[in-house]
């Protein structure tokens, strides 16, 4: 068992490092996509489905409060997926691009985290953000599903290079906590010197 164990630890070290090397343009050009977008009083929406979800509220949460150090809040929204109205989330299919298209503004993020690229109602929410003229940052994985399709030359992708659903997880999750960091040290660069 020990020895799976440090297979365990050596897969996501060899994981972490490949991203790394893949996607360190696409990380800058995320953070710097949402700084933008901050700095021009817009806000993010953030969402995923599954075990996604509750990364994409992480997500929203490390913006609203703070993620290392003190700082002013972000504005930023997780998407609910939970719908507590008269209605199931199955009589409405597109119940994350209801909420785009009701919170949605000309210059909004939408973060979605997809898990496998095929997702429909992140799909749906995607449509909904480029028909209000968002910007998309997509977590995605390499497999070419509709969502990546949908993107155009100003979204941003951050297309993981392993297909693991574990692996995936712990990728995304990294890869927001680098994003919240940059967003920080740029914004706030004092703090980054502390």
């Known amino acids: 068992m020990q020895e799976h ?3 365990l630890f050596t897969e996501n070290i060899q994981t972490m490092i490949a991203t790394g090397e893949a996607l360190a343009e696409p990380i800058e050009s995320a953070a ?3 700084v933008h977008a901050l700095i021009n009083d817009r806000k993010v929406l953030c969402c995923g489905e599954g075990a996604a979800r509750a990364l994409a509220s992480h997500f ?5 409060d703070q993620f290392e150090t003190e700082r002013p809040c972000l504005p930023a929204l997780a998407l609910q997926t939970e719908l507590s109205g008269l209605q199931s989330a199955n009589q409405h299919q597109d119940y994350l691009a209801r909420q785009v298209r009701a919170l949605g503004q000309d210059g909004d993020i939408l973060l ?3 898990l496998s ?3 429909q109602n992140l799909i749906k929410a995607v449509e909904a953000a480029l028909t209000k003229d968002m910007t998309v940052v997509a977590l ?3 497999n070419n599903g509709e969502l990546s399709g949908l ?3 100003t ?3 951050l297309r993981v290079p392993v297909h693991r659903p574990a692996r995936v997880f712990e990728c995304y999750a990294f890869l927001l906590h680098c994003v919240c960091e940059l967003i920080d040290n740029t914004l706030f660069p004092q703090q980054d010197e502390a």
């Open 5 to 7: 164990i440090r297979q």
């Open 32 to 34: 710097l996509t949402i």
């Open 60 to 64: 929203s949460q490390l913006l609203v």
């Open 112 to 114: 979605v985290l997809s």
């Open 117 to 119: 690229g095929d997702e």
């Open 140 to 142: 995605t994985v390499d």
């Open 151 to 153: 993107l155009g030359n």
């Open 155 to 157: 979204d941003v992708e």
